[in-house]
């Protein structure tokens, strides 16, 4: 009979989400299976296409229309210069349809964009190169990447930082995503630079979803489903504590150009490529080490 063990610790892990019987796609040796499973493409947002249909994009349009409506009787938890800033996105009505189109449209140019820089000239294919976060996964189980074609040395050597660029890059620079870096996960000293750089020519050319200044961007369209049901919940007048009525807006804002810090419902007074984005539980660590210093709508003055 063996000794009994005793077990210092336990191994952290992460619940992959269910993608179905293929999830597990071959095994080689023993000990070596293939997965499929989600990437969540690092530093990117493209619109979202969780209303799965133009008939689920029509109700959201009117459940955007009623939020307008709530956000101008001041009965929604948001604050005035929000409410200002989102509410002309709101009120065309064709809120959730334009956010379906643009989504449906990034997905497209995204599976056309694989095709072509994962085909070589001779018509094989090239594999796919990852680079993960340091911390893997996020909450929802998703690997947290960077993804590109996987060129060879000989071809590297032959090629611009830009031409060999990520997928992730392409899409800001062809409008498809809005740039969306979220400390820590910030892009190296080369590359930080050149997303910023495509983030603002694609806005300024008015590529992609930057083609009609009312599009809602994949975050903002993200906040507003969540206000929506949290104003819906107060009208009906169930009981929220503070947390619960405001955690639709969870995430403050730093300006890359400024090392300013704003407020959650304050990120709009940064222009989209200059967003830098913390969670609350980072703030501390981003003023340490990024000497980040507080934006006026953060000082509280008190006479």
């Excluded at 952290?12 to 019987?21: E, F």
Aim: charged content about 25%.
């Amino acid at each position: 009979m063996s000794d009994p063990i005793a077990v210092f610790w336990t191994p952290a892990g992460v619940n992959i989400p269910d993608i179905g019987s293929k999830a597990l796609v071959d095994v080689t040796d023993g000990d070596t299976p293939k997965i499929e499973m989600p990437i969540r493409m690092l530093s990117v947002d493209t619109p979202e296409v969780t209303a799965r249909t133009a008939e689920g994009a029509a109700m959201v349009d009117q459940q955007f229309s009623q939020l307008a409506e709530w956000l101008r009787a001041g009965s929604a938890p948001a604050s005035p210069d929000f409410a200002a800033y989102i509410l002309p996105k709101l009120s065309t009505g064709q809120a959730g349809t334009l956010q379906f189109t643009n989504g449906k449209a990034a997905s497209n140019w995204f599976k056309a964009e694989i095709d072509r820089r994962l085909t070589r000239p001779d018509g094989s294919r090239r594999k796919l190169f990852v680079r993960v976060s340091q911390a893997p996964f996020d909450n929802y189980g998703r690997l947290l990447a960077y993804i590109a074609p996987n060129y060879s040395p000989q071809e590297r050597a032959t090629m611009t930082h830009a031409e060999r660029a990520t997928f992730n890059l392409g899409l800001v620079e062809a409008g498809q995503a809005a740039p969306f870096v979220l400390y820590p996960n910030i892009p190296g000293e080369l590359d930080y630079p050149l997303l910023t750089a495509k983030a603002v020519e694609a806005f300024e050319a008015k590529r992609g979803q930057w083609a009609d200044p009312l599009s809602l961007t994949g975050y903002e369209y993200r906040m507003c489903e969540k206000l929506f049901d949290i104003t819906r919940r107060l009208k009906a007048g169930e009981k929220l504590t503070t947390a619960q009525r405001f955690e639709w807006r969870s995430r403050y804002a730093a300006d890359v150009r400024t090392r300013e810090l704003h407020e959650p419902e304050g990120y709009m007074a940064i222009p989209e490529p200059y967003r830098l984005w913390f969670w609350p539980q980072d703030v501390q660590d981003g003023f340490a080490k990024l000497n980040l210093v507080p934006g006026r709508s953060l000082v509280r003055v008190r006479s």
